[in-house]
DNA sequence: AATGCTATTGCAACATTGTAGCATTTACGT
DNA sequence: ACGTAAATGCTACAATGTTGCAATAGCATT
């Protein structure tokens, strides 16, 4: 989904991005920021498209590669989280104390994913004898309220 | 994963596919028959790439298109189930009125997909006002029996 | 058993998502 | 300001999935 933030938001306030940055030992760079930025700000997990939009929207130049190579650093480094949709792409978000785990709705008529703060997949769940958790990826498939709402009131933000 | 199932297995027995077929109005194919078949005798979820591997080995002949609509067909009509692996290609398997919704483990070492026919995820979960749940999808990710035994034994038995 | 209709197939071409290699640029410690 | 490794920005490629369309083949009917 094409979010459209207001002109220059993702380039207010870019201490923190900065220095989440540094403190990783990464350097800082004009994409790594804005995509920490497009991410702290975001309501909802981004995919790369989203990003790309997002940066785009902000006339930051980037590079599609740049991109990947940006959120996989981050990924890596713990600063993002990557979640698996239901179509085959990535999407992202921003790791947050206070949100460690939770489980992820995607609205099956206008694509969106929602993040559920409240359902903590990881808990109570039992394996059989020498499987080793890692982590649990709890997808709930549905429509939302806005789409839910009407029977016939599909407002399709226009993704794919 | 390439599963090896031994040369005919798939070919035997096949009233049971043909009637699944026949029953839900479509036209009993040598590709859908081989494709229920193959996933109704299969330990795990299997991906197209696994599929193709085991009509091939059962010598039948199928296009990677055809691989593709067959699945989508059975998956439209409740036959089959499509699962979202960590790598972003779907794996199928078959609806058994037994283990009706399920978990499922993903090895992160070797690849492996098992059914944990134990983990019903889509009970007890509670949305927020207006959304309405279709299903759930919970992915547990870790280490399996076989790989987590030994630090350094990984058994990868060949799949990316 | 032959016929006819149309659901499926099989092919080629394309779309999407993600990676690899490598020369160039840039962040940042000195 | 300088030097150097880290990142970028290309281009090319790989993997997965989709579309269009002519040819084939199930299956109901004769």
Partial sequence: MIMSFSKGSVRS???????LIAD??????????????????APAPMSHEDLGAALAADDIPHDRVTLYRALDWLVEQGIAR???????????????????R??????????????LESLQPSS????????????????LH???????????????PGQH
Same sequence: chains 1, 2.
């Fill in 13 to 19: 306030g870019n201490r923190a991005a900065k220095d």
């Fill in 124 to 139: 109570a769940v039992s394996l059989p004898d020498g499987y080793q958790l890692d982590r649990a990826e709890l997808v």
């Fill in 82 to 100: 990557r979640i698996a949709g239901s179509d085959r792409a990535w999407r992202f978000e921003v790791v947050r104390p206070d949100s460690h």
């Fill in 24 to 41: 990783h030992g990464g350097r800082v760079t004009r994409t790594r920021v804005a995509v920490i930025e497009a991410l702290q700000i």
């Fill in 102 to 115: 939770h489980a992820h709705f995607h609205c099956d008529r206008c694509g969106r994913v929602i993040c």
């Fill in 142 to 156: 549905g429509a939302c309220a806005t789409c839910g709402d009407g029977p016939g009131s599909d407002n399709d």
